[in-house]
């Protein structure tokens, strides 16, 4: 959505039942300034980049300083969106003591507007004293891939009855704690659209079907620059990998055969 002024937590979840809301990921500081000129709202310096950026195989091994080396690239690419920095698995959940001044560091050194943390009904206490603080915080519930080992794998969340309860139960504590707007992610359509109907905030949802408020995609997937695994949430608006390996090769053959440098590329005497 094209805005003049700068995207907040507040203006976003003013957006409830107003509008829809385009969500991206970005990592680094060129693609965050296209995401910001393109009027997305709201960019996530999402764990996912320990995957897409760091060649890792899943989100759990990067670091509070890898998420902070790249929130801060993406905050000085940004004028108007909301950054929002992913908190890395075991950056709060050893105690509540470390989550704040992990987040805070988010905030304080790396200029984030808000921070991400994954989990439901247990994350109140946290969800409660961060935004007391001063700290903006956007949930995020269904597939949370920092338990992915508890999940046994990327599976869809809330296809049984009590689970979709639980998952209810949990937007609704969010809420009730002060998120700004939760993201929803891999569960039926249904229980997606339930779960908007349930709370006063905006959903984004990520393969949790239309019926949720926004829609967030990990721009890689997005552009087509992740080959090791796509989800089937995935809607793929770009080939820049196939367009990177094709310029890579003739850039390459051109060297080879001397073609470049041309005469236009080089520098005269005087
Ligand atoms: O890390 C990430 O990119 C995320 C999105 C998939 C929501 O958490």
């Known amino acids: 959505m094209k805005s003049e002024g700068k995207w907040t937590a507040s203006r976003i979840r003013a957006l409830k039942g107003q509008a829809k809301l385009a969500c991206l990921t970005a990592y680094d500081y060129a693609t965050a300034r296209f995401i910001d000129e393109a009027g997305i709202p709201l960019v996530l310096v999402g764990d996912s980049l320990a995957m897409t950026m760091l060649g890792y195989e899943t989100t759990l091994p990067v670091t509070m300083e890898e998420m902070l080396h790249h929130t801060g690239a993406v905050a000085r690419g940004v004028e108007r969106a909301l950054v929002t920095a992913d908190m890395p698995f075991m950056s709060y959940q050893v105690s509540m003591e470390e989550a704040m001044r992990n987040a805070g560091r988010f905030v304080k050194s790396a200029g984030a507007g808000a921070v ?16 007391e603080n001063g700290i903006p915080v956007l949930g995020h519930i269904g597939l949370t891939p920092q338990s992915i080992r508890e999940f046994g794998g990327y599976k869809v969340q809330g296809r049984k009855p009590a689970q979709a309860a639980a998952l209810l139960r949990d937007a609704r504590a969010l809420e009730e704690a002060g998120a700004f707007a939760l993201v929803v992610e891999c569960v039926p359509a249904e229980l ?16 949790a079907g239309p019926g949720c408020d926004g829609q967030i995609l990990v721009t890689h997937d997005l ?34 055969t001397g073609t470049f440098p041309a005469e236009e590329h080089g520098y005269g005497a005087e």
């Open 116 to 131: 991400k943390i994954e989990g439901g009904a247990v994350r109140v206490p946290l969800v409660r004293a961060l935004v």
């Open 223 to 256: 552009l087509g620059l992740f080959a090791a695994f796509t989800p089937k949430f995935a809607k793929r608006y770009a080939d820049l990998g196939a367009a990177m390996k094709q310029a890579f090769e003739t850039y390459r053959q051109e060297v080879e």
């Open 192 to 207: 997606g659209a339930e779960i908007t109907a349930a709370v006063g905030i905006p959903t984004i949802g990520i393969g």
